[in-house]
């Protein structure tokens, strides 16, 4: 892992010396044990605040297009926040050319007793991003465990009621606190529909229906665009298990439209385009 | 007919309540070609239940999902979304992003264990007069044999810790009257 973080010290410094970037957007020391906070990095000499860990949790793509005013931006991200990434450009929130990416073959996150992140880190099997303008550890053999259990299959294979009984407990631990939203680089709407008040489309209380409406629509909106990173899942004080509706979103769009977000930058978002012989059979 | 034999009453109330049971149905038609279908149902005296509730949308693109999940929250025992035939579309091609939304939404609630039935979608062209009786007939039956949507309904009943803050009786009462006065039409579904 050491060379890992120097290489992307000595990427950070280089592009910052040569003027290429105005900033490095990356991955600081935290003062907690097993976790990384993120840093920005203006001036050359400090580079080697940078660290590179297995704790790197943090998606900061979400910094991009607040600070994209400063100018070019460089940022260090792993494949599945490339991901992400790849989605805002798409989406014009950022420019291609206003961009160097600093990503890696990517070996999977840690938590904090060493295992593999779960529930993304778990199941993913990208480790190598679609996009980048410099990638460390090129070539080199990654040790990579096999995605675990499916928890998908394992909800599925229930009954309704049951399935309806555990969403149910998943939803009351909600406090609508939004982290889920503000974690997620995808969420940039000005006004979320949450915070509407012409009409007040979602309640302010703690009922099941309001939450479950927030976590269904939100879960929606992000539909064909979601990168899979877990920033969401991650960003949750309370464990909600949002991976069991982000999944099952992400997998009915491979399965019905082919697509899998942030994956390749010439295919537009799922929901955002159509063919002419698309699924009708649930349609009277 | 409620008049019966003592012995009979809970069989015949049970009965009686199966057979009772009318649904709220929301209904969102597009204009140029579900909606005008309702029209010409009506014109070619096509006989339907009178269980949907019909709400006009320029087209079935316009139907956000969150559209839907209101109508389920606010007490409607089911949905219909109807819009015009693949390829007919008024504005060319909003029932093909639609038929893509709805693809992924109506998965994902019976995903999260929402019966099967309690959202529909149809095609419904402004010439099928007597489909729109039909599918109308057909939606109705299957929402009907769900029984009242239970899952998705927004609850109003008053926390009791919210109660207890309360101390004066009045404040009580004039709270139940208040949150009553809102409430009126999903009462009988909590």
Known sequence: ?284 | MKLGKEGNMVNQEQNQQKEEFEPKIVAFLCNWCSYAGADLAGIGRYQYPPNIRVIRVPCSGRVDPLYILKALQNGADGVLVSGCHPGDCHYLEGNYFARRKFAVLKNLLEYLGLEEGRVQFSWVSAAEGERFSQVIKEVTDSVKKLGPAKKMIKSLDIPEDILNLLTREDEKTGLASSMEHTMQDNKGKK
């Open chain 1, 1 to 284: 892992m050491i060379d890992f973080e120097k290489e992307i010290r000595n990427t950070a410094k280089k592009l910052l010396e040569n003027k290429e970037v105005a900033m490095v957007i990356g991955y600081g020391a935290s003062s907690l044990p097993a976790r990384t906070m993120p840093i920005f990095i203006e001036k050359p000499e400090s580079a080697d605040k940078l660290v590179f860990n297995r704790h790197c949790t943090n998606n900061l793509s979400i910094y991009l297009s607040r600070l994209k005013q400063k100018g070019k931006l460089a940022i260090v991200a792993k494949p599945c926040d490339v991901r992400t990434i790849l989605s805002l450009i798409q989406e014009k929130q950022v420019e291609r050319d206003q961009l160097h990416i600093i990503s890696f073959a990517c070996p999977g996150l840690l938590d904090k007793d060493g295992t593999l992140l779960d529930p993304v880190c778990a199941v993913c099997d990208i480790s190598i991003p679609p996009l980048y303008d410099t990638l460390i550890g090129e070539g080199k053999e990654i040790e990579k465990k096999e995605p675990s259990s499916n928890v998908l299959s394992d909800f599925e294979s229930k009954t309704p009621e049951q399935r309806w009984e555990i969403i149910k407990a998943e939803m009351q631990k909600c406090i609508r606190c939004y982290a889920c939203r503000n974690a997620c680089p995808m969420c940039y709407c000005e006004e979320c529909f949450v915070e509407r008040t012409l009409p007040r489309w979602v309640g302010e209380g703690s009922d099941l229906s309001d939450t479950l409406i927030f976590h269904i629509v939100r879960a929606l909106h992000a539909a064909g665009r979601c990168g899979e990173c877990g920033a969401c899942v991650r960003a949750c004080p309370m464990g909600v298990n949002l991976q069991l509706i982000n999944s099952k979103i992400n997998k009915d769009i491979l399965n019905l439209y082919e697509h899998r977000a942030g994956m390749d930058p010439e295919k537009p978002a799922a929901l955002s385009t159509f063919n002419l012989e698309d699924y009708n059979d649930f349609i009277k």
